[in-house]
């Protein structure tokens, strides 16, 4: 990024009328105002401190406590000074020669990590900062040897285990600074700290790539990597502390970007808590020892000028170690409203050389300068007050300990421990827990959330970015199309190998073209799988619609206070695979939302219950997105966590969650809660471990035809080195009270035509790969479905004694089916039905009987949903 000449003093005089009027600034104006200089009244530097300063005490005066600067009473716990990155401005960093010179072992014990914050509890602290290097283990294999002796598998694995400890035994509340995160780390992390933090520092790609720059030869200071797990941060509902380090040789262009970037991740997530604005300073023995310290003045301009982009609502840190003690009013000047971390125990491990400023005498300095210091937390008090979802159930009772009504730190309270472990109070029956029933005889009580607005926000950018996708995708081509002609007469020779452009051709075929279509899909499907129509029979259970994942185009899930929330007891589970058992089930079908409250282990507790009751049955349970949780709440990687429920009693899992494999369809779906790398590392994980799977697409929202080849494709290479899926289900999106289409994002689903289209040419873009392709009645209905079965499909699903999902997202085909009427929909198209298996055999003839029985009959209230 170039940075543009100096701005004429008209360019800078407009820019501080805008500024002063509390007009938006663009990214021009940002970066001329950058060189205001001046501080005697009415210099430019003078007016865009005033004008900052205006605009910070509006944030305050909103927040309840105008004239209130804050900072974070805190130890400094260096879990490790190894790194696998090399800035060359950075003095924390060591290597493990010096170490040894030092007598210092790889990391802190946890008898050292442990004494630091009990000092610092008895000194009336409350935050312990855990700063670490980045995955020293990847680069020093000493660091890994520790590791490995110690009984943990990462630098990270050690991490969670202090913060825990440090929890349970000081009542320190863990702020965790580890580097750069994956969307899995990050869930793993957040149960066990009240926030996190990285710098994202720079937007500049060129100081990262370029020989010589302060970033050269450091992986994880690639801007775009520290954007992702800034994004991902928010995606994760995690109160995050990230900010800009100033004069490392960015130009001003690149400062504002940088700002701009973070304000925007903040505006998508609101989980931007704080922005520190940091001025270099030069340390010895490194890299850029000789490297001049940013000047005073163009440090408060950036300060400003940060205060202005980031609003009154931000809050605006500055490090006061990082200054002159007699130049902290001036930064107040400039919009700053939080010191950030400050310790009476330990130094500044990053900035070794420039001690603490005493507390007592910040908050001379701060009172000096017309404001009062308060406490804070290591959560900023809008997470506080409102911790879902920001805190984690287990961190909340630590944090509510220190808490005063306005989300400030009650100053004077020492912490105590208090345990940290998996709550129980999940596992008892609450809410509507017959929902599945009344959904059809009462009804839904509304056809939202209560905190809809709350929770999914402005979707006007949503609404012009998929209105505008979908405007320049037309699906349906002219009947008799030469592309779809063509591309039929490939598909006759060889259905599986199409190229993309022609499958897309085939998806908009409309009249003759279509029946054609239909009619080579039918053949097909009758080549590998014969005529029956399978289905299978089993009880669907829906354990909890507690869900904060905050998915935009679920009506399932429910906060736990609202009307139609439920979650069964472990008890009820069992009573319901008892009268499963005894209705003629081959099979449980069971999922639920991701409860807060729920235990990593209540997935492998429920595996249990199952067998225990029913040692036979066929247990097929569990997200993707439930994967992770469990995975992440238990710390256990995905492999470990999968083999665990596969020996508590899990026989397969559902390929559900998986929407479309496209991150940006899924950011707009679900706020990108699961991405689509790691959807497809779980679900090869478990093929790898001998876990099948089904695989699922849901269709017709903010999607286009495109969306859905590469889909299949995607699931074609995973099942070629995994062959894992035993089936593919196309769900179509079902509209009526689903929060995208109430906001006017998504349109009301497929049209009949691409239902069929879809349908068929999944059967032969898949074919050689997944043999059984299956339709949903409960959203198509039953002439829908039976249009598919004539194009493709083989398999109706499951016979389900309970239905949730669908009915609350406005299915309008009912949730009731016998085991006949599933049976007359196959005989009407002229083909046999056939009970099978999950894995598609054929059940022993006494879950045949008993299932066709007067007792199963009267038992057995059927219904059927997507698997």
């Not at 899909?521 to 354990?543: C, M, P, Q, S």
Request: glycine share 8%; charged share 25%; proline share 6%.
């Amino acid at each position: 990024m170039t940075a543009l000449p100096a701005p004429s003093e008209s360019a800078l005089r407009r820019a501080l009328v805008r500024a002063e009027r509390g007009v938006a600034l663009d990214a021009v104006e940002a970066e001329t105002l950058l060189h205001a200089r001046g501080l005697a009244e009415g210099d430019p530097l003078d007016r865009l401190l005033t004008a900052a300063a205006r605009v910070r005490d509006a944030g305050l005066a909103s927040a309840g406590r105008p004239g209130v600067v804050t900072y974070s009473r805190k130890v400094f716990i260096p879990l490790t000074h190894l790194c696998r990155d090399r800035c060359h401005y950075c003095t924390f960093v060591t290597t493990p020669g010096q170490l040894r010179k030092e007598g210092k072992a790889p990391y802190l014990s946890p008898d050292e990590v442990l004494q630091i914050a009990r000092d610092g509890a008895a000194l009336g602290c409350k935050e312990a900062l855990f700063t670490l290097g980045d995955r020293p283990e990847d680069r020093w294999p000493v660091a890994a040897e520790w590791l490995e002796a110690h009984g943990f598998d990462s630098t990270l694995g050690y991490l969670r285990a202090m913060a825990i400890r440090v929890l349970e035994e000081t009542g320190l509340l863990p702020h965790l600074n580890p580097g750069v995160l994956s969307w899995e780390e990050i869930q793993r992390l957040k149960p066990v700290s009240a926030s996190m933090g990285m710098m994202l520092e720079t937007t500049a790609t060129r100081l990262w790539s370029e020989k010589g720059g302060p970033h050269f030869g450091s992986p994880d200071k690639e801007p775009v990597v520290r954007l992702r797990v800034l994004e991902d941060a928010g995606r994760s509902a995690v109160p995050f502390t990230t900010g800009v380090l100033l004069g490392i040789g960015e130009d001003y262009a690149e400062r504002v970007d940088a700002v701009l970037q973070i304000r925007a991740a903040a505006q998508r997530h609101g989980h931007v808590q704080e922005v520190i604005v940091q001025n270099f300073r030069a340390k010895p023995r490194t890299a850029m020892a000789a490297h001049d310290d940013l000047e005073l003045q163009e440090y408060v301009a950036a300060v400003a000028v940060t205060r202005l982009l980031l609003g009154p609502k931000a809050r605006v840190q500055a490090p006061p170690n990082l200054s002159d003690s007699t130049e902290l009013g001036l930064l107040l000047r400039a919009g700053v409203d939080d010191w950030g971390g400050v310790s009476p125990l330990t130094p500044d491990h990053v900035n070794p050389e420039r001690p603490w400023p005493n507390l007592d005498e910040l908050a001379k300095l701060s009172d000096y300068a017309g404001f009062e210091l308060r406490e804070r937390l290591a959560a900023q008090p809008p997470y506080v007050r409102q911790p879902e979802p920001w805190l984690d159930p287990r961190v909340r009772p630590h944090v509510s300990a220190l808490a005063g009504p306005d989300g400030l730190a009650v100053e004077g309270r020492l912490p105590v421990g208090l345990p940290w472990q998996e709550p129980d109070e999940a596992w008892t029956s609450s809410g509507r827990v017959d929902l599945h029933v009344e959904v059809d005889t009462v009804g839904r009580t509304t056809d939202r959330r209560s905190d809809f607005d709350a929770v999914y926000g402005d979707w006007s950018e949503l609404r012009d970015r998929t209105t505008s996708a979908r405007d320049g995708h037309s699906t349906a081509l002219t009947a008799g199309d030469p592309e779809v002609r063509a591309a039929l007469r490939r598909a006759e020779q060889d259905p599986a190998g199409l190229s993309d452009t022609g499958y897309l051709a085939l998806l908009g075929a409309d009249g003759d073209d279509l029946e054609a279509l239909c009619a080579l899909a039918d053949a097909v499907r009758h080549d590998v799988t014969g005529d029956d129509v399978t289905y299978v029979v089993n009880r669907n259970i829906n354990f909890t619609n507690v869900c904060y994942t905050g998915c935009r185009f679920c009506a399932f899930a429910q906060r736990r206070t609202d009307a139609d929330a439920y979650t069964l007891s472990m008890s009820q589970v069992g009573d319901r695979v008892d009268e499963a058992w005894a209705a003629g089930a081959t099979e449980i079908c069971m999922q639920g939302g991701i409860h807060p409250d729920l235990p990593g282990t209540a997935y492998l507790d429920l595996a249990r219950e199952v067998k225990q009751r029913q040692p036979a049955i066929h247990l097929h349970a569990f997200s993707p997105m439930e994967i992770v949780n469990g995975a992440a709440r238990t710390g256990l990687p995905f492999r470990d966590f999968l083999t665990g429920l596969k020996e508590a009693g899990l026989d397969s899992i559902p390929g559900t969650a998986a929407e479309i494999l496209d991150d940006d369809v899924r950011w707009v779906l679900t706020k990108g809660k699961l991405p689509t790398a790691t959807w497809l590392e779980i679900i090869g994980t478990a093929h790898e471990v001998g876990i099948p799977t089904t695989s699922t697409m849901m269709y017709g929202h903010v999607d286009t035809p495109a969306h859905w080849v590469a889909h299949l494709r995607t699931l074609s290479h995973l099942q070629d080195r995994t062959g894992g899926f035993t089936e593919f289900v196309l769900l179509p999106f079902v509209h009526h009270n689903s929060p995208i289409y109430l906001a006017g994002v998504a349109r009301p689903g497929p049209t009949v035509r691409e239902n069929r289209a879809v349908h068929a040419v999944a059967r032969l873009l898949l074919h050689g790969r997944i043999g059984n392709i299956q339709t949903s009645w409960v959203k198509l209905g039953d002439t829908g479905t039976q249009a598919v079965l004539r194009g493709g499909a083989n398999d109706l699903g499951g016979t389900l004694m309970e239905e949730t999902i669908s009915r609350m997202a406005g299915s309008e085909n009912g949730s009731l089916k016998t085991i006949a009427e599933l049976e007359a929909m196959a005989v009407a198209i002229g083909r046999p039905a056939r009970q099978r298996t999950t894995e598609y055999g054929t059940p022993s003839a006494e879950r045949i009987a008993t299932a066709r029985s007067a007792e199963g009959r009267a038992r057995l209230t059927l219904s059927i949903t997507p698997r």
